[in-house]
């Protein structure tokens, strides 16, 4: 797919059928995330792959946004392998994590697969949830699979404000 028509077409899924997602489809997916650029090419990212029916239900426990999606990504990050930007108020751990996340999403979409990115759970209870070591922060969890029928963006997908509110050339 041509990356314009990729972004714009893609929308976050709220009804996933039952289809399972095809293990080519999502190794190319987490190449994708594995390919993102992070800060001083730490790569603190570590994607956890959760699709078996025991850990789903982990998911459904910490979040009511899986929405039946067949897989869940959780992407987090080492808080102790990140860049301290100068000022040493903000690190690379969140950012870094959101580009992850973001290759992961427009993979999704050239492979055809439908996905919703969740931010609606407690990172804590999820990271609990998971067993994740404790230097790991879940940043996004993010469903894969294919919609359900009947399934489509929200009716407010397409509203987006014009550049001259959202851009400035000072």
Request: charged fraction near 25%.
């Amino acid at each position: 797919m041509e990356f314009k028509e990729t972004i714009r077409k893609r929308y976050s899924c709220k009804k996933y059928s039952d289809r399972p997602l095809e293990k080519e489809k999502l190794d190319a997916i987490l190449e994708a995330g594995r390919l993102a650029p992070t800060a001083k090419n730490l790569q603190e990212q570590h994607i956890y792959v959760i699709e078996s029916p025991e850990m789903l239900a982990k998911i459904d426990g910490v979040t009511p946004c899986r929405y039946g999606a067949p897989v869940v990504l959780a992407v987090a990050f080492d808080k102790n392998n990140v860049f301290t930007y100068p000022g040493g108020k903000r690190d690379s751990g969140v950012e870094d994590a959101a580009i992850v996340a973001t290759h992961l999403i427009l993979a999704a979409a050239d492979e055809g697969v439908d996905s919703c990115w969740l931010n609606f759970f407690d990172p804590d209870k999820a990271a609990e949830a998971l067993h994740l070591p404790e230097n790991e922060e879940i940043l996004m969890l993010l469903d894969l699979g294919y919609a359900a029928q009947g399934a489509g963006p929200l009716p407010n997908h397409g509203s987006r404000k014009p550049l001259t509110e959202t851009v400035s050339y000072i």
